[in-house]
C-alpha cells in the first residue's frame, strides 16, 4: 500500500492522504472545487459555483491520479456529492466535459451539507 500525495492538489486538512494505490487500483479522496493555493500553506479558497467547483475537484483528481501514475481514463467508479439535488445537471454537464466518452460507475449523492460550504465532493476508483 501506498500512500499519495502531490503538491498540484489540494493538501489534505484531516488525517488522511489524498490518495492510496493498493492492489492495481487507486483509491482518491474525495475532492472539493477548491482554487489552486497561490503559494505553498495558503489556505485554498471554493471556486465560485457548481460548475466552476466541478471542473477544480476534478483537476485535483487528475493532479492526485497523475501523482499515482493513472489517469480519468482509468476510473472505475465515481462518487459525486451534491448539497441540493438542483445542482445535478450543473454538475453533470461540467462531469460531461471532464470524462467526454469515459463512462464510468458512478454515483451522485444529494446531502444536506459539505464541508466549507461547498457546492460539490467528488471521490473515484482507478486502475492503477
Avoid: C
Avoid at 472545487?33 to 457548481?50: D, I, M, Q, T, W
Avoid at 487528475?62 to 465515481?78: H, N, Q
Wanted: glycine share 8%.
Amino acid at each position: 500500500m501506498e500512500m499519495i500525495h502531490t503538491p498540484k492538489a489540494t493538501p489534505p486538512a484531516g488525517h488522511y492522504s489524498q490518495a492510496v494505490r493498493a492492489n492495481g487500483f487507486v483509491f482518491v479522496s474525495g475532492q472539493l472545487g477548491f482554487l489552486p493555493p497561490a503559494e505553498p500553506g495558503a489556505r485554498p479558497v471554493l471556486a465560485s459555483g457548481a460548475s466552476a467547483q466541478t471542473r477544480e475537484a476534478l483537476r485535483s483528481v487528475r493532479a492526485i491520479l497523475e501523482a499515482a501514475g493513472s489517469s480519468l481514463a482509468a476510473v472505475v467508479s465515481v462518487t459525486v456529492y451534491i448539497p441540493d439535488v438542483g445542482l445535478w445537471d450543473e454538475v453533470n454537464r461540467v462531469y460531461e466535459e471532464g470524462f467526454g466518452d469515459h463512462r464510468p460507475a458512478r454515483a451522485i449523492v444529494p446531502t444536506r451539507e459539505l464541508h466549507y460550504g461547498a457546492l460539490v465532493e467528488i471521490s473515484v476508483i482507478a486502475a492503477a
